[in-house]
């Protein structure tokens, strides 16, 4: 993903406006598009669509469902399961995984 | 709330555990991985995990269910004294035991948790092996998990903020 520096950084580079003009427009200084640009600072939603405006452009925002590598299908079947269920699967899941692993074991009752 | 390089004896035995509780009457909330586990979750878990109120009354109730489990301190040495009785959990707050069915935590407060109140309000009842278990929600659980900060805790993150999608999927089916 791009940072907010990144991406007001191309956006004025495609439109040949120099930092010192961008802050110009803006009515802020040069040093501030730069600290926005190397990310030192993280500006406002509205901060970051203003400078955008003043090159032309439009912010938009979107969000993607996150690809987290959860397998829902696995996830769908145990909701079809009663919490009971689910929790002796879980035991039972648990002392298979105790069973083969080569961690050490800590005191048993 | 274990530690993550040595596992236990056993996976809880969840029935064994929260029967007592339920039978003295204890005002408590399931949390942890068995918290998840109940709410789909398909990651094992080691231990179980329960918030407690801290009021006098339920304090004597925890302590006579606790003493109907069987428990001791994990992880210290054999000979330390302890006293199960509501002074002890009244002097202290979040206290790991073994039992003759697993690890056992028994907590006044964890990290990212909101008051015992509020975690309470939130909780989801489910029916458990015949007895109705106050589950933490599973927004509470993702603040938990995201707390502790664990690898294992970043996964179980990812996993129910998709179980809450599948959740919330299910239930419009179910409208």
Redesign the interface.
Known sequence: MQTSGELLREARGRHGVSQKQLAMRAGTTQSAISRIERDRVSPSVETLRELLYLLGEDLSLSADQ?D?????T???E??K????V??E???????Q??AN?P??????? | MS?E???????????KLLGPLIAHGVDFVLIG??AG??????Y???DLDVLYARGHDNVVRLVAALDEI?VRL??APKDLPFVLDAKTIENGANFTF????G?FDVLADADGMPSYEDLRAAAVD????GHI?K?ASLDHLIAMKRAAGRTKDKLAV??Y???A???RK?DEGDR
């Open positions: 996150r987290s590598g959860i397998d829902r696995l996830n769908a145990r909701l399961l009663s919490p009971s689910r929790l699967h879980g035991m039972a899941f648990g002392n995984v105790i692993s961690l050490p074991r800590r005191e048993a009752w | 530690d390089r040595s596992l236990p004896a056993q996976a809880p035995e969840a029935d991985g068995q586990i109940s709410h789909g979750s398909a094992p878990s080691y069987g994990r992880g073994i039992t003759p069915y690890d489910r029916e458990m092996f278990v589950v990812e996993e903020i998709v179980l999608d599948e959740q299910a």
